[in-house]
């Protein structure tokens, strides 16, 4: 289970451990903006949102331009949902056009997918193989990748 941390100024950050967040709310460098109901760590409700106490510039998340691609990224944009079937849990990334037959590898030609349906799929179009895809991929913003439900 993971914490979002946002800035001073409510802007999504990152997220952290459960560890983590206690220890930053023992430094006092963040409060607990969202809790999980009544679970107490200690002194502290077990936190869901902290919102550091003083802002921090994030000049760099923004010199980039747009979104480092990776495979992990894949499955957090799509939110670990398989495109091919839908359901939960999509445990690799598949190529929607295979890099043997031209794919590229970036944002808009990868998909989250099951291990069974990326083979099933194998070395076609979504077309050819009759497994049409659920959504189109998408380049994501730093919070569609930050904040994941």
Same mark, same amino acid.
Request: hydrophobic share 40%.
């Given at each position: 289970?993971? +914490?979002?941390?946002?800035?001073?100024?409510?802007?999504?950050?990152?997220?952290?451990?459960?560890?983590?967040?206690?220890?930053?709310?023992?430094?006092?460098?963040?409060? +607990?903006?969202?809790?999980?109901?009544?679970?107490?760590?200690?002194?502290?409700?077990?936190?869901?949102?902290?919102?550091?106490?003083?802002?921090? +510039?994030?000049?760099?998340?923004?010199?980039?331009?747009?979104?480092?691609?990776?495979?992990?990224?894949?499955?957090?944009?799509?939110?670990?949902?398989?495109?091919?079937?839908?359901?939960?849990?999509?445990?690799?990334?598949?190529? !929607?056009?295979?890099?043997?037959?031209?794919?590229?590898?970036?944002?808009?030609?990868?998909?989250?997918?099951?291990?069974?349906?990326?083979?099933?799929?194998?070395?076609?179009?979504?077309?050819?193989?009759?497994?049409?895809?659920?959504?189109?991929?998408? !380049?994501?913003?730093?919070?569609?990748?930050?904040?994941?439900?």
């Amino acid at each position: 289970m993971s +914490v979002i941390v946002l800035n001073a100024s409510y802007e999504p950050l990152h997220t952290v451990s459960i560890q983590h967040a206690i220890r930053m709310l023992v430094r006092e460098v963040a409060v +607990v903006e969202e809790a999980h109901g009544e679970h107490y760590i200690g002194p502290f409700p077990v936190p869901r949102v902290l919102r550091l106490v003083r802002y921090v +510039v994030t000049h760099w998340r923004y010199a980039a331009g747009r979104m480092k691609y990776s495979k992990h990224g894949v499955l957090r944009r799509d939110k670990f949902r398989c495109a091919y079937c839908g359901l939960e849990n999509a445990n690799t990334m598949d190529h !929607v056009q295979p890099r043997s037959r031209g794919g590229r590898t970036e944002w808009l030609n990868a998909v989250a997918a099951h291990a069974s349906c990326n083979e099933r799929k194998g070395n076609r179009t979504p077309g050819e193989a009759n497994m049409p895809l659920l959504w189109q991929p998408w !380049v994501p913003t730093r919070a569609e990748l930050v904040i994941v439900t």
